[in-house]
C-alpha cells in the first residue's frame, strides 16, 4: 500500500489526497505536522531529502516527492493526464504555473493567516504577495471565461493542482466575489466523483 506523507491543512498534501481518492487507490496517510520540523528530522530526510510533504513511498520502496510530480505518476494511463501529447504539455503547463505564479502567493498568504506567530521573513512582503495572487487569479479568471476546464474538455490533474489552494484562497484574505468563472469551476471541481475536502483525512 501507498504511504502518504501528509499535512491535513497543507494544499499540496490535499492535491494527492484528493487524488488517490478519486482514483480508488488505497494508501497509509502519515500525518506530519510541518510547523513543529516534523520533515526535518534525519529519517525523513534520508527517504525524502527536500523535507517536505507530501511525499510519497511505494510498496516496493521507491519514493517520490513533489506533490505535482506524484500527481503526474499517479494519473499515468487514467483519465486524470490526457493521452494526446499537446494536451499533456497543456496540463504540466498550468501545473508549472500553479507552483510558479500561484501556489507561492495565495498558499503563503493562506499561511500566514493560518499561523500568525509562525516566524517568517516573507511576512513583510505580504502586499506583494496579495497583489501576485490576485495577478494569477486572474490569469485563471480568464482562462475559464470560455471553457469548464483548464485543459480540453475534461477535469483533469491540472484542475486538482489549482483548486487545492484557490478553493481555500479566502482564508487568506483572497475576494473570489470577482472571479465568477473560477467559483463556477470550484463548483464543478466540488461536483466530481469521490471529492473530499481539504478537512478529511
Known amino acids: 500500500m501507498i504511504r502518504l506523507y501528509d499535512y491535513l491543512p497543507s494544499g499540496n498534501g490535499y492535491k494527492v489526497r484528493l487524488l488517490l481518492t478519486q482514483l480508488r487507490i488505497p494508501f497509509e496517510r502519515i500525518e506530519l505536522d510541518i510547523t513543529e520540523g516534523r520533515t526535518r528530522t534525519p529519517e525523513f530526510l534520508r527517504k525524502f531529502p527536500n523535507g517536505r510533504i507530501p511525499a510519497i513511498e511505494l510498496d516496493d520502496g521507491r519514493t517520490l516527492f513533489e506533490s505535482d510530480a506524484i500527481m503526474t505518476y499517479l494519473a499515468e494511463g487514467t483519465r486524470f493526464l490526457p493521452a494526446d501529447r499537446f494536451e499533456r504539455a497543456q496540463v504540466l503547463q498550468w501545473m508549472f504555473f500553479?507552483?510558479?505564479?500561484?501556489?507561492?502567493?495565495?498558499?503563503?498568504?493562506?499561511?500566514?493567516?493560518?499561523?500568525?506567530?509562525?516566524?517568517?521573513?516573507?511576512?513583510?512582503?505580504?502586499?506583494?504577495?496579495?497583489?501576485?495572487?490576485?495577478?494569477?487569479?486572474?490569469?485563471?479568471?480568464?482562462?475559464?471565461?470560455?471553457?469548464?476546464?483548464?485543459?480540453?474538455?475534461?477535469?483533469?490533474?491540472?484542475?486538482?493542482?489549482?483548486?487545492?489552494?484557490?478553493?481555500?484562497?479566502?482564508?487568506?484574505?483572497?475576494?473570489?466575489?470577482?472571479?465568477?468563472?473560477?467559483?463556477?469551476?470550484?463548483?464543478?471541481?466540488?461536483?466530481?466523483?469521490?471529492?473530499?475536502?481539504?478537512?478529511?483525512?
Open 98 to 201: 500553479e507552483q510558479y505564479s500561484h501556489e507561492p502567493y495565495i498558499a503563503v498568504a493562506r499561511f500566514f493567516a493560518m499561523h500568525p506567530d509562525f516566524p517568517d521573513e516573507r511576512r513583510a512582503g505580504l502586499p506583494r504577495i496579495m497583489k501576485l495572487g490576485y495577478d494569477a487569479l486572474g490569469v485563471m479568471e480568464s482562462h475559464l471565461a470560455s471553457r469548464e476546464w483548464f485543459v480540453g474538455n475534461n477535469y483533469s490533474i491540472a484542475d486538482i493542482a489549482l483548486y487545492a489552494y484557490t478553493h481555500v484562497a479566502d482564508e487568506g484574505g483572497f475576494d473570489l466575489a470577482n472571479y465568477p468563472a473560477i467559483r463556477g469551476w470550484l463548483d464543478r471541481v466540488r461536483a466530481q466523483p469521490l471529492h473530499i475536502p481539504i478537512t478529511q483525512a
